[in-house]
Structure formats: structure tokens, C-alpha cells
């Protein structure tokens, strides 16, 4: 893992003495709220509908298990013993009080963790493939570019005040799990006549102008990337617009001038720019790369792993849903849900937290990974310590077996915790996850993402979910709207609005219909919801949802 | 004659938890709902919303919200507004917890 710099510590450190005193300025009445919101936002601490909320960035989701307790020991000290993990693989705790929030960053910085740059108009945490440095099927591993991301783009002066929010997402992979597409740039890593490069995609959001970004350069190589993504972003902060919030993000920079005018504008701008760089960046970037170095891999036999998958049911189970393939032979992926059923989605209490850090050091090198998914993953577990691994996370609640299925569900805060939620995501989540339990038919009804989100803002990437629930509100009460046949992957699509809302009650009874809808419709057990859905359209899935409800109307 | 002012409260943040509180007759701020001054005249919800706002030291983005009054005091008629009295639904955390323990 990347380690800090004795630069790096001492910016870290500055910049917490510096809020300190503004924090200290603000409760004595020298700052007054307006004076003091920039200020707060800059390091990551908003005010939500009960109370502060800090966001702590977990840069390309990848934390050690030091960093993991210090997080658990936060939440107990400071918040209610609990931390929420996000799409964006930060970390926020909902209860911290404004007198505390020195003392949290101080203890942040310890680890070598921070909440800089996780609000504001600024670049925010670069995300990248959770399965980064352990996949079978990548390329390389994508965080030394998104160190260099990083560090380029903390504190740079041209881009503290953009248009808007910027966010970078990287890959290494074909299979997109980094959400590249739905990102202010995404970043593909590729390969052309043997040469490492990117395809970089550009334009990308959710929210209530949904896009799937769209190629600038379909081949950039390496040595060029930040070069070009400086040249991207000055293009943007120049050429977006400042006089209306909901234009300003790039996707309508983009949208307004067409993309070959903004790609001629880039193209010229990094002319410009890339002798300046004097391939500074190419030597970090070297420097960056041994930080990340694999663990050394073990030869072991497998024994114990295929033994407990012949005799043990419940471990069969999680091994079919919560494993996937690992770069290196006798190697899985493991993926603990943050969804138990009923649960609310993301959330890891502090006991967890520290359960995990044992167990990433006693079976995955150290290492703890968050997915965009919400859920935490230990990159690098030998089969052979699956059963014992199995075993520990029963104890502590942490083995639903349910990745990729209805309940693993993605869920914002919602109108629970959030100032601009319309209304609630948690319960509506809670509810589908407990209904298919007792159903039991979750693992037959096999991959769904499910994604539910308490605003047009889109936290929760409804618009992405083959199955997604827009909450808002509807004379004085919730309604939920259904898209269906979103997609988050390399194949991404901005799903599709079936038709009017749902109140409360009625949008758990609307998703079992189109369900069980889905299952008689399936031409096998093999056919997914999304497959289905595409092979048929929207037809027959909003008969599903409205039909009955017409005929009562006729009747 | 104009209709009736609507019964409001005013509400805001508190500076250093964060917790919603409402405005009392005597310009304390309370976190329970049922202890906020009610307004029914307009020129008098203007001019308490200028204390309110006057004090930052205390609290943040002070607003009316209006209310109905029951013979057991205030309610929320905005959802929104409901939650910020009552807590999260997913636990039993903020305001619920002073009432569960």
C-alpha cells in the first residue's frame, strides 16, 4: 500500500491545524455560518437533518487494517459506534459533533487518512475497481494511477473552484465494477500493440440529468494520462458554465458544445501542457507503483476448500454468491455483504470493523477493499483459509451470502439522514431485503441489482439499477418511481421509467409483481432479470406493475 | 379580512451537535417540538425569525415550519419536518434515544 510522504503528513497535518482554528473561529462568533460553510466543505463536513455528517475518503476504496480500526475507534469515541459506508468508497459518520471534528481529522491523520476534497466544487476521491491488484481478468492493477490522481490533484491550485464536483473513476479491468461510465472522467485501462494506455471516457452522471459518459480518446497512452487530464479539466473549468447549478457539471459542458469541439479545445490545451510536466509525473508514477507490489503468493492445496464445499451447505452457498476469481492460483475474492437482510445498507458497527481488520490480517495480506457496491472485500484470501474465514464471519453476522442478488441492495441515506433527500431510501430497502428472505427465492430469482435512491440527486444510482426506486415527494408524501433495465457495468445503460409512483405501501407489492413477473417470463433459470428485460422491453414488466390496478379502474 | 396565519414554529440547527431545535417564547432553544413557541400572526413570525437568525453563536439556517396544534401539541404536517422531530427510522438514535433510555 502507498504510504504517506513526509510531505504528505505534513500537508495533512497543516491543513488540520488550519480547520482547527476555523472551526474554533466559527464557535467563538468570529466566522459566522456563511463565512464558515465553504470552509467546512473543503474538509469534508456537512450538516445534515440531525446532526454534522463527515465524509472520510478511502482513495480507490483500499484500507489496511490499521486504518480500518482507527475508523471503528472513531465511531465509537466520536459518532454511535457505526460508520456508512458509500457508492464513492468513502466513509461517513452521521453523528459527529462541530467541537469534535479536529480531534477526528487529528486521529484520521494518524492513519494517514483524510476528508479533504470529499465535498465541494473540487476533484473528489479518485475510485477504482475494489478487486484492484487481485482480479483474474485485468490488466494491471489501476491504483498507482489513481495515487497519482490523487496526489496531482489535492490542493491544485487551478482546481479548487470548478464549474462543479469532479469525479474520477479508474479500471484495470474489462468488467467494469468502477462504475467508469457514470463518472466525470472514467478511465479504462487498455492495451494497443503492447503498449499500456487508457480509453478515457468523459462526461458521465447520474443525478437529474442522467448520462453515460462518452469516449474523448479511445487510446491515450500511460506516459500521457495526466498531462490530459489536466488538459480536460482546464478546458471544463474555463469553458463550464457558473451561472446555473444543474449545468455546470461537464456532461452539459459537453452536451452545449458537442463533444468534437471540446475534444479539439483538449487536444490543443494538452499540446500546451505536456512539456510542461518534464515527465515529473512518469518518475512518481514509477515511485508509486512499488508501493503496490503483490503480496507473494502462496502454492497450497485447496483441500479444505473443496471438502467444505462437498459437505458444508451453508458455505456452498455463500462460496457460489460471495467469491470471485482471483489473479492467482488456489486465490479467491471474497466479498462480505453489508446487507444482511434487513440491515441498513453500507453500515458497518465498530465491533465489525475491527473483526474485519483481524481477519484481513490473519487471511488477506492486510488488505480491505470498499466496493461501489457498499460492501468490504479481503483481495487476496488463500482457498484453503475460506472454511476457517467462513466460520469467523458466521459468528459476527457477516456471511450473508446474497452478492449480486435482490438484497444486496445499494440505498442512500435518504430522507433518514439527508438535507436534500425527498424521501426515504433505508426503510424501503429493509423491506425488499426481508420479504425475499422469507420468500426464499433469491437465490433462484439470481442477479439483480437492485438500487434505490431518496432524490433526484441519484446517490443511491437508481438510474443504474436493473431494477431502480426514485423516492420523492408527491403532495406532502412519498412516492416511489421504478426504472427498470439500468445497468452499472461495461455495458452501461441509464435505466428506463416505467410509469407513475408508488406510495410506501405500495412499492414493496409493485417490485414482488414485477418479480415473479421476471420469473414466469424467463425463458431458464439462467436468463438474469436484465437479460429478460432486454430481450423483451418494458412491456410486459409494466403490465406487471399497473395492470391489475387498471382493470380495478375499470371495473 | 385575510385568512388566519397558518400555526408555525421556528426551527433550525444547533451550532455544535447539529440537532434540530425549535424556538421557545423565551428564546431559549429547545429540542422538543412541543416546547417551541407557536406564531399565528405574521408581523410576529417575522420578527422572531430576525432573533433567531441573529443568534450564530447558537444556531444554523433558522426557517418557520409550520404546524398544527392538537389538544396534545404541536404536530409536523411536513414529512420532512416529521423526521427532523422524530430521528431515524433505522435506529433508534438523535431524539429517540433521550426517549428510550
Same mark, same amino acid.
Given at each position: 500500500?502507498?504510504?504517506?510522504?513526509?510531505?504528505?503528513?505534513?500537508?495533512?497535518?497543516?491543513?488540520?491545524?488550519?480547520?482547527?482554528?476555523?472551526?474554533?473561529?466559527?464557535?467563538?462568533?468570529?466566522?459566522?455560518?456563511?463565512?464558515?460553510?465553504?470552509?467546512?466543505?473543503?474538509?469534508? +463536513?456537512?450538516?445534515?437533518?440531525?446532526? &454534522?455528517?463527515?465524509?472520510?475518503?478511502?482513495?480507490?476504496?483500499?484500507?489496511?487494517?490499521?486504518?480500518?480500526?482507527?475508523?471503528?475507534?472513531?465511531?465509537?469515541? &466520536?459518532?454511535?459506534? &457505526?460508520?456508512?459506508?458509500?457508492?464513492?468508497?468513502?466513509?461517513?459518520?452521521?453523528?459527529?459533533?462541530?467541537?469534535?471534528?479536529?480531534?477526528?481529522?487529528?486521529?484520521?491523520?494518524?492513519?494517514?487518512?483524510?476528508?479533504?476534497?470529499?465535498?465541494?466544487?473540487?476533484?473528489?476521491?479518485?475510485?477504482?475497481?475494489?478487486?484492484?491488484?487481485?482480479?483474474?481478468?485485468?490488466?494491471?492493477?489501476?491504483?498507482?494511477?489513481?495515487?497519482?490522481?490523487?496526489?496531482?490533484?489535492?490542493?491544485?491550485?487551478?482546481?479548487?473552484?470548478?464549474?462543479?464536483?469532479?469525479?474520477?473513476?479508474?479500471?484495470?479491468?474489462?468488467?467494469?465494477?468502477?462504475?467508469?461510465?457514470?463518472?466525470?472522467? /472514467?478511465?479504462?485501462?487498455?492495451?494497443?500493440?503492447?503498449?499500456?494506455?487508457?480509453?478515457?471516457?468523459?462526461?458521465?452522471?447520474?443525478?437529474?440529468?442522467?448520462?453515460?459518459?462518452?469516449?474523448?480518446? =479511445?487510446?491515450?497512452?500511460?506516459?500521457?494520462?495526466?498531462?490530459?487530464?489536466?488538459?480536460?479539466?482546464?478546458?471544463?473549468? %474555463?469553458?463550464?458554465?457558473?451561472?446555473?447549478?444543474?449545468?455546470?457539471?461537464?456532461?452539459?459542458? +459537453?452536451?452545449?458544445?458537442?463533444?468534437?469541439?471540446?475534444?479539439?479545445?483538449?487536444?490543443?490545451?494538452?499540446?500546451?501542457?505536456?512539456?510542461?510536466?518534464?515527465?515529473?509525473?512518469?518518475?512518481?508514477?514509477?515511485?508509486?507503483?512499488?508501493?503496490?507490489?503483490?503480496?507473494?503468493?502462496?502454492?497450497?492445496?485447496?483441500?479444505?476448500?473443496?471438502?467444505?464445499?462437498?459437505?458444508?451447505?451453508?458455505?456452498?452457498?455463500?462460496?457460489?454468491?460471495?467469491?470471485?476469481?482471483?489473479?492467482?492460483? /488456489?486465490?479467491?475474492?471474497?466479498?462480505?455483504? %453489508?446487507?444482511?437482510?434487513?440491515?441498513?445498507?453500507?453500515?458497518?458497527?465498530?465491533?465489525?470493523?475491527? +473483526?474485519?481488520?483481524?481477519?484481513?490480517?490473519? &487471511?488477506?495480506?492486510?488488505?480491505?477493499?470498499?466496493?461501489?457496491?457498499?460492501?468490504?472485500?479481503?483481495?487476496?484470501?488463500?482457498?484453503?483459509?475460506?472454511?476457517?474465514?467462513?466460520?469467523?464471519?458466521?459468528?459476527?453476522?457477516?456471511?450473508?451470502?446474497?452478492?449480486?442478488?435482490?438484497?444486496?441492495?445499494?440505498?442512500?441515506?435518504?430522507?433518514?439522514?439527508?438535507? %436534500?433527500?425527498?424521501?426515504?431510501?433505508?426503510?424501503?430497502?429493509?423491506?425488499?431485503?426481508?420479504?425475499?428472505?422469507?420468500?426464499?427465492?433469491?437465490? =433462484?430469482?439470481?442477479?439483480?441489482?437492485?438500487?434505490?435512491?431518496?432524490?433526484?440527486?441519484?446517490? /443511491?444510482?437508481?438510474?443504474?439499477?436493473?431494477?431502480?426506486?426514485?423516492?420523492?415527494?408527491?403532495?406532502?408524501?412519498?412516492?416511489?418511481?421504478?426504472?427498470?433495465?439500468? =445497468?452499472?457495468?461495461?455495458?452501461?445503460?441509464?435505466?428506463?421509467?416505467?410509469?407513475?409512483?408508488?406510495?410506501?405501501? *405500495?412499492?414493496?407489492?409493485?417490485?414482488?409483481?414485477?418479480?415473479?413477473?421476471?420469473?414466469?417470463?424467463?425463458?431458464?433459470? @439462467?436468463?438474469?432479470?436484465?437479460?429478460?428485460?432486454?430481450?423483451?422491453?418494458?412491456?410486459?414488466?409494466?403490465?406487471?406493475?399497473?395492470?391489475?390496478?387498471?382493470?380495478?379502474?375499470?371495473? | 379580512?385575510?385568512?388566519?396565519?397558518?400555526?408555525?414554529?421556528?426551527?433550525?440547527?444547533?451550532?455544535?451537535?447539529? *440537532?434540530?431545535?425549535?424556538?421557545?417564547?423565551?428564546?431559549?432553544?429547545?429540542?422538543? +417540538?412541543?416546547?417551541?413557541?407557536?406564531?399565528?400572526?405574521?408581523?410576529?413570525?417575522?420578527?422572531?425569525?430576525?432573533?433567531?437568525?441573529?443568534?450564530?453563536?447558537?444556531?444554523?439556517?433558522?426557517?418557520?415550519?409550520?404546524?398544527?396544534?392538537?389538544?396534545?401539541?404541536?404536530?409536523?404536517?411536513?414529512?420532512? @419536518?416529521?423526521?427532523?422531530?422524530?430521528?431515524?427510522?433505522?435506529?433508534?438514535?438523535?431524539?429517540?434515544?433521550?426517549?428510550?433510555?
Amino acid at each position: 500500500m502507498y504510504k504517506y510522504t513526509d510531505f504528505d503528513a505534513a500537508f495533512v497535518a497543516n491543513r488540520n491545524a488550519q480547520f482547527r482554528a476555523q472551526i474554533a473561529r466559527r464557535i467563538d462568533g468570529s466566522l459566522t455560518e456563511d463565512e464558515f460553510k465553504p470552509l467546512r466543505l473543503m474538509n469534508g +463536513l456537512y450538516l445534515q437533518l440531525h446532526a &454534522y455528517m463527515l465524509r472520510v475518503a478511502i482513495p480507490y476504496g483500499t484500507l489496511n487494517a490499521a486504518q480500518m480500526r482507527a475508523l471503528a475507534d472513531i465511531a465509537d469515541k &466520536y459518532d454511535k459506534g &457505526y460508520g456508512h459506508f458509500t457508492t464513492r468508497q468513502n466513509i461517513q459518520f452521521n453523528w459527529p459533533k462541530l467541537s469534535d471534528v479536529a480531534d477526528i481529522l487529528d486521529a484520521l491523520a494518524r492513519v494517514e487518512m483524510h476528508a479533504i476534497q470529499t465535498s465541494g466544487n473540487t476533484i473528489r476521491n479518485v475510485t477504482a475497481d475494489p478487486f484492484a491488484g487481485a482480479a483474474a481478468d485485468e490488466i494491471a492493477d489501476p491504483r498507482p494511477i489513481a495515487e497519482l490522481i490523487r496526489q496531482w490533484s489535492t490542493d491544485h491550485p487551478e482546481f479548487q473552484f470548478l464549474p462543479r464536483k469532479f469525479k474520477f473513476a479508474v479500471t484495470g479491468s474489462p468488467n467494469d465494477r468502477a462504475v467508469t461510465r457514470a463518472h466525470d472522467i /472514467g478511465l479504462r485501462m487498455i492495451t494497443k500493440n503492447g503498449q499500456a494506455g487508457f480509453e478515457v471516457i468523459v462526461g458521465g452522471g447520474l443525478g437529474r440529468t442522467p448520462v453515460i459518459g462518452k469516449t474523448l480518446r =479511445d487510446f491515450l497512452p500511460e506516459a500521457d494520462l495526466l498531462p490530459y487530464i489536466e488538459a480536460i479539466i482546464s478546458t471544463y473549468n %474555463l469553458l463550464g458554465r457558473r451561472d446555473n447549478k444543474y449545468k455546470a457539471r461537464i456532461k452539459i459542458t +459537453l452536451q452545449e458544445n458537442g463533444i468534437d469541439d471540446f475534444r479539439a479545445r483538449v487536444e490543443a490545451r494538452f499540446i500546451d501542457l505536456h512539456p510542461t510536466f518534464e515527465d515529473v509525473d512518469q518518475q512518481i508514477l514509477t515511485t508509486i507503483k512499488t508501493a503496490f507490489a503483490p503480496p507473494d503468493f502462496v502454492q497450497a492445496p485447496v483441500t479444505l476448500y473443496t471438502e467444505a464445499r462437498t459437505h458444508d451447505p451453508v458455505f456452498r452457498a455463500w462460496s457460489d454468491t460471495n467469491l470471485s476469481a482471483h489473479r492467482a492460483d /488456489g486465490y479467491a475474492i471474497v466479498t462480505i455483504s %453489508l446487507k444482511a437482510h434487513g440491515a441498513t445498507p453500507g453500515d458497518a458497527s465498530s465491533a465489525k470493523m475491527r +473483526l474485519i481488520a483481524d481477519l484481513a490480517e490473519a &487471511y488477506s495480506d492486510g488488505e480491505i477493499r470498499i466496493s461501489p457496491a457498499q460492501n468490504i472485500i479481503l483481495p487476496h484470501v488463500h482457498k484453503s483459509t475460506l472454511p476457517a474465514l467462513h466460520a469467523a464471519l458466521l459468528r459476527a453476522g457477516l456471511a450473508t451470502a446474497n452478492i449480486g442478488l435482490v438484497s444486496d441492495i445499494i440505498a442512500c441515506p435518504g430522507m433518514d439522514y439527508c438535507a %436534500l433527500a425527498t424521501a426515504r431510501s433505508i426503510p424501503v430497502a429493509q423491506a425488499i431485503a426481508t420479504r425475499f428472505d422469507t420468500l426464499e427465492i433469491e437465490h =433462484d430469482i439470481g442477479p439483480l441489482p437492485l438500487k434505490i435512491s431518496g432524490c433526484i440527486n441519484a446517490c /443511491g444510482h437508481h438510474h443504474l439499477g436493473a431494477i431502480g426506486i426514485l423516492g420523492l415527494e408527491r403532495a406532502g408524501v412519498e412516492s416511489y418511481q421504478i426504472t427498470l433495465g439500468g =445497468d452499472a457495468t461495461e455495458t452501461a445503460t441509464i435505466g428506463t421509467r416505467a410509469g407513475r409512483g408508488f406510495s410506501a405501501d *405500495d412499492i414493496l407489492p409493485a417490485i414482488e409483481r414485477l418479480i415473479f413477473a421476471y420469473l414466469a417470463l424467463r425463458v431458464e433459470r @439462467e436468463e438474469t432479470f436484465l437479460e429478460t428485460y432486454r430481450r423483451l422491453d418494458i412491456a410486459p414488466f409494466k403490465t406487471a406493475l399497473y395492470a391489475q390496478e387498471e382493470q380495478t379502474n375499470a371495473a | 379580512m385575510p385568512p388566519p396565519y397558518p400555526p408555525n414554529v421556528i426551527t433550525a440547527n444547533a451550532l455544535i451537535n447539529g *440537532d434540530v431545535v425549535y424556538q421557545t417564547r423565551d428564546d431559549q432553544w429547545s429540542e422538543t +417540538l412541543a416546547h417551541a413557541e407557536i406564531i399565528t400572526d405574521e408581523a410576529h413570525a417575522q420578527i422572531r425569525l430576525l432573533d433567531a437568525q441573529s443568534q450564530p453563536e447558537k444556531v444554523i439556517g433558522a426557517y418557520l415550519a409550520p404546524i398544527k396544534t392538537t389538544p396534545d401539541g404541536p404536530v409536523t404536517t411536513l414529512f420532512r @419536518e416529521y423526521f427532523r422531530a422524530t430521528g431515524p427510522s433505522n435506529y433508534p438514535h438523535g431524539k429517540q434515544e433521550s426517549r428510550h433510555v
